[in-house]
């Protein structure tokens, strides 16, 4: 597609509920990486993947977290048994060869 | 680890006044350097980089230095309008932080009329 999609938009979940946050990057973009945003605050690094594999994961807050992207192309960010301290905007983004990284416009999680 | 420092916000200015937008970086190595801006109701968007020291980076009237000396990467530009109003977030990649980019706490700037 035409640049980084991400769905839902938004997302209420009650406290305990599982969540899965979709994105598709820019089509041959092999980096893909997910941030967290809070409110008020600028996005902080989850994990990153090139192509399939996931090089880092060292930002996941805790183990109730995981990203897959099984082909390469589609990513999923999961969030098990949700926490009203998840509740932020989670953003993903490609990156080109260049450095600069092409963002979506994010999936904001309420934690009721 | 590397790091990102920027002033905080909001910074509000009249139209047509002259803006900067403070960034210092902690980074081992030599890092690329970025600013990103947020419009409201919109994503993330590049508005300039520099790779090296010494490089400028500009975009729609807006320049920033890399200066290595003084680890800074300061926004400017000469005369604001209203629709430069958004949220800009300076960030750094380099090698040692595994090339994964990372953001200061974002400035929210405000251009009035």
């Known amino acids: 597609g035409a640049g980084v999609s991400q769905s839902p938009r938004y997302k209420v979940a009650k406290r305990g509920q599982d969540v899965a946050l979709r994105c598709d990057p820019i089509?041959?973009?092999?980096?893909l990486f997910w941030y967290q945003q809070a409110l008020g605050q600028g996005p902080e690094f989850l994990t990153y993947f090139q192509n399939e594999a996931q090089l880092d994961k060292s930002g996941l807050p805790s183990d109730r977290f995981f990203a897959e992207r099984p082909e390469g192309s589609v990513s999923t960010l999961k969030i098990q048994r949700t926490q009203q301290e998840d509740s932020a905007v989670y953003l993903c983004?490609?990156?080109?060869?260049?450095?600069?990284?092409?963002f979506g416009e994010g999936s904001r999680l309420t934690v009721l | 680890g590397d790091s990102v420092t920027q002033m905080e916000g909001p910074v509000t200015l009249s139209e047509e006044a002259f803006l900067t937008i403070n960034c210092t970086y902690t980074?081992?190595?030599?890092?690329?350097l970025f600013w990103y801006v947020q419009y409201p109701g919109e994503g993330l968007q590049l508005l300039l980089k520099a790779t090296k020291a010494d490089d400028k980076g500009s975009n729609k009237g807006f320049e920033a230095t890399y200066r290595k000396e003084t680890t800074s990467f300061h926004l400017e530009k000469g005369s604001v309008q209203v629709s430069d109003s958004a949220v800009y977030f300076c960030a750094l990649s380099g090698r040692d932080g595994g090339f994964k980019t990372i953001f200061g706490a974002g400035t929210r700037l405000f251009v009035k009329a």
């Open positions: 983004a490609s990156k080109t060869n260049t450095g600069e990284l092409f």
């Open positions: 089509s041959g973009h092999v980096s």
């Open positions: 980074a081992t190595g030599y890092p690329s």
